[in-house]
């Protein structure tokens, strides 16, 4: 692990060597809070491409759906859950295939790997080919969760960050941080610094669902929630500063 004083390449070595960032899909859907906003994924890009270029340390993503189809309202409204959450899967890979072209743009070499096999747009989810691309400097994403039903992409991040033996899971929020309630309608609302994997689970403080969580825990894989939206906030946390909540 990283001390984030070593230089390696060239580089300032991270706080962590290999780590898995999680977007929601409702990142990527700015002030409308539905499809893609092109300059929110551009915004998002950037803070990979700063993390790629200033550290050195190896990247993943998993995008969530949500700004496209939410699974779960689809079985609210009398959908079969299986199929609705079917639909949210392809949801994910619109967006990954969104954030690749941007940052393929920015000259960031990018692979989507997707859970469900869709071979003319991504490749399938294979492992040791997910880990010899982040060796070789690429950014991984990876698309369509875990490619099971009733499963979401907060598991899906907490699953494939225990599979590529990560140091950590970033979870980048609309906020800076794990909050007591929500600081948008509470003005009050405390933020948190620190909290264990058993306190987020009694609390119900809702960062990621249980089995997320719990998959962590039992695997040892900190969590550190940030605010996405921050210019160069990925950078700081990576680095060990800025403002944020780790959970471990």
């Not at 950037?46 to 689809?74: C, H, P, Q, T, Y």
């Not at 907490?158 to 950590?168: F, G, H, K, S, T």
């Not at 941080?177 to 119900?204: C, H």
């Given at each position: 692990?990283?001390?984030?004083?070593?230089?390696?390449?060239?580089?300032?070595?991270?706080?962590?060597?290999?780590?898995?960032?999680?977007?929601?899909?409702?990142a990527?859907?700015?002030?409308d809070?539905?499809?893609?906003?092109?300059?929110?994924?551009?915004?998002?890009?950037?803070e990979?491409?700063?993390?790629?270029?200033?550290?050195?340390?190896?990247?993943?993503?998993?995008?969530?759906?949500?700004?496209?189809?939410?699974?779960?309202?689809?079985?609210?409204?009398?959908?079969?859950?299986?199929?609705?959450?079917?639909?949210?899967?392809?949801?994910?890979?619109?967006?990954?295939?969104?954030?690749?072209?941007?940052?393929e743009?920015?000259?960031?070499?990018?692979?989507?790997?997707?859970?469900?096999?869709m071979?003319?747009?991504?490749?399938?989810?294979?492992?040791?080919?997910a880990?010899?691309?982040?060796?070789?400097?690429?950014?991984?994403?990876?698309?369509?969760?875990?490619?099971?039903?009733?499963?979401?992409?907060?598991?899906?991040?907490?699953?494939?960050?225990?599979?590529?033996?990560?140091?950590?899971?970033?979870?980048?929020?609309q906020?800076?941080?794990?909050?007591?309630?929500?600081?948008?309608?509470?003005?009050?609302?405390?933020?948190?610094?620190?909290?264990?994997?058993?306190?987020?689970?009694?609390?119900?403080?809702?960062?990621?669902?249980?089995?997320?969580?719990?998959?962590?825990?039992?695997?040892?894989?900190?969590?550190?929630?940030?605010?996405?939206?921050?210019?160069?906030?990925?950078?700081?946390?990576?680095?060990?500063?800025?403002?944020?909540?780790?959970?471990?």
């Amino acid at each position: 692990m990283g001390t984030g004083s070593d230089a390696v390449g060239g580089k300032p070595a991270a706080r962590w060597n290999r780590v898995v960032l999680k977007v929601s899909g409702e990142a990527f859907a700015g002030p409308d809070g539905f499809g893609i906003d092109g300059e929110i994924v551009g915004q998002i890009a950037d803070e990979i491409v700063a993390v790629r270029a200033g550290f050195d340390v190896e990247l993943a993503v998993v995008v969530g759906g949500g700004n496209i189809w939410r699974g779960m309202s689809g079985a609210g409204a009398g959908m079969d859950r299986a199929q609705a959450d079917y639909m949210g899967m392809l949801a994910t890979t619109i967006n990954a295939l969104a954030l690749q072209d941007t940052l393929e743009q920015l000259g960031q070499p990018t692979r989507v790997q997707s859970a469900i096999d869709m071979a003319q747009i991504a490749e399938p989810y294979i492992r040791r080919r997910a880990i010899r691309h982040l060796q070789k400097g690429r950014v991984v994403i990876f698309a369509g969760g875990t490619g099971n039903p009733f499963f979401t992409t907060d598991t899906a991040a907490a699953l494939r960050a225990v599979e590529m033996n990560c140091d950590a899971l970033f979870k980048g929020t609309q906020v800076d941080g794990v909050y007591d309630s929500d600081p948008k309608e509470n003005k009050k609302a405390k933020r948190f610094d620190k909290l264990t994997y058993q306190e987020v689970l009694t609390q119900d403080l809702r960062v990621m669902d249980a089995s997320a969580i719990a998959l962590a825990r039992e695997n040892e894989v900190p969590i550190l929630v940030f605010s996405i939206h921050n210019p160069g906030g990925f950078a700081e946390v990576v680095f060990g500063e800025g403002t944020y909540t780790i959970i471990n």
